[in-house]
């Protein structure tokens, strides 16, 4: 059964109204055949939740030249990408705000602890 359209279409970060806990919540744009992009939050548990806890709010240089703070995470369902806490698998990237490059979590994490 396919979510409400509203749910999809509510702010990733506003308190939820329906049954999902928000991890519905934020649907972007379609992208290509069956994929598509939403807003990703730590409602959805497991290691995605994980992986935002552990980047969220430190900074990301870009290869642009763009320095911005982790604070939206975008994500698209994926069979390689990070597992949530209900078994789905979910690939992770970040959206540099100037060049619109998208950056991996494997590449932002790698990117992060090369500058630490």
């Known amino acids: 059964m396919k979510?409400?359209?509203?749910?999809?279409?509510?702010?990733?970060?506003?308190?939820c109204t329906c049954s999902c806990g928000g991890q519905k919540?934020?649907?972007?744009?379609s992208e290509g055949g069956n994929k598509y992009i939403r807003t990703i939050n730590i409602n959805l548990g497991?290691?995605?939740?994980?992986t935002i806890e552990e980047l969220e709010h430190k900074k990301?240089?870009?290869?642009?030249?763009k320095k911005f703070t982790?604070?939206?995470f975008l994500?698209?369902?994926?069979?390689?990408?990070?597992?949530?806490?209900?078994?789905h698998k979910w690939w992770l990237f970040?959206?540099?705000?100037?060049?619109?490059?998208?950056?991996?979590?494997?590449?932002v994490i790698h990117r992060i602890k090369k500058v630490d």
């Open 60 to 65: 990301l240089h870009c290869t642009c030249g």
């Open 25 to 29: 919540h934020g649907i972007l744009r």
């Open 46 to 50: 497991g290691e995605v939740t994980k």
């Open 75 to 87: 994500g698209y369902p994926h069979a390689n990408g990070l597992i949530d806490g209900h078994g």
């Open 70 to 72: 982790l604070n939206h």
């Open 94 to 107: 970040v959206e540099c705000p100037q060049c619109k490059y998208q950056w991996s979590w494997q590449k």
């Open 3 to 15: 979510h409400p359209v509203r749910c999809e279409n509510a702010d990733p970060k506003g308190v």
